[in-house]
């Protein structure tokens, strides 16, 4: 995404605009421009030394105070900067790229001279391209290395093994974990549906911890093992509850009657069995927010991204 006063700056900077974002030479350095809720950032695709790193590093604070920024993330060969988005953002935007990126070239970090990749002189072979959501300006045959190199780890990714069996038994384990806070408040006598994508969460995280493989096809599995769990955290609640009152000798009986007297509120009393599905629905609703919540982010982290990558016009 980009707002209109981070266009107006950047096409004002000469930069071109791509979709949601501005890219081109900011002051000598490959930049995009874009913004999200609550940031606005410069990206910048460059070669940077160890010394210049250490240079940057030593000023963060000061960098970050005076520019408000909530961080700079710099490894060799880019810089991220993410600006704090409040009022007067777009100042502190432009007195960065007037007072810092100069700053940046005398630390000796390289710019747009030279190639990120293979830290070479750009040549008349340049190309730049879209990168997992940046511009980059390299020479063709790096921009080539890397996008086989992508490849290349996708495909090992495809192809190992996916560990479903284990992951399923994770899902499973850490399910129940899940239910428990659920039962037990419940059993307290409060209902906090959230604590359904406790469930949820714990369900996808089972499965990754115990090192199976996501693929949208387990979504489906997930889906049974998440129901399963809910309606075991009501029950559980109800158990924990009946144990309860049965201790404390408000219902005369034993702890092994529990699942019978279960049965018998399920069959002779029309509300019990009317709050149990009023209250699987939800949690069944909330547990499937949790699973799609994680799921969503791990979907997004082993997907494609050789797949993205895209020619930009030449900058
Ligand atoms: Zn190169």
Known sequence: ????????????????LGKGFCYGNLNGFIATLSDGSGYKSIYLSTYVSQEAASRITAEMDNLKKKYRLSAIEINSKCILIT???TIGTMKRVEA??????????????SGADICPHC?????STAVTKLMYGYAVKLHGGCAEEILNDMKETETEMTEMKSNAGLGILGSVLFGIIGTIPWAIVYALGYFVA???ALIGFMVVKGYEVFGGKLKKSVIPIFAVITILCVVLGQFLGDAFQLGYYILNGKIYGELSD?????????????DYRTDVVVNLIIGIIFAGLGVFGVFRALISRVSSQSKKVTDLEDI
């Open 1 to 16: 995404m980009i707002s209109s006063g981070l266009k107006k700056f950047g096409l004002g900077k000469g930069l071109k």
């Open 83 to 85: 600006f704090v988005d």
């Open 194 to 196: 959230w604590l359904g």
């Open 119 to 123: 830290q070479n002189q750009m040549d």
């Open 258 to 270: 529990i699942p019978l007297l279960i049965k018998e509120l399920w069959n002779n009393v029309p």
């Open 96 to 109: 960065f790229t007037e007072e810092a990126l100069p700053l940046f070239k005398e630390w000796g970090v």
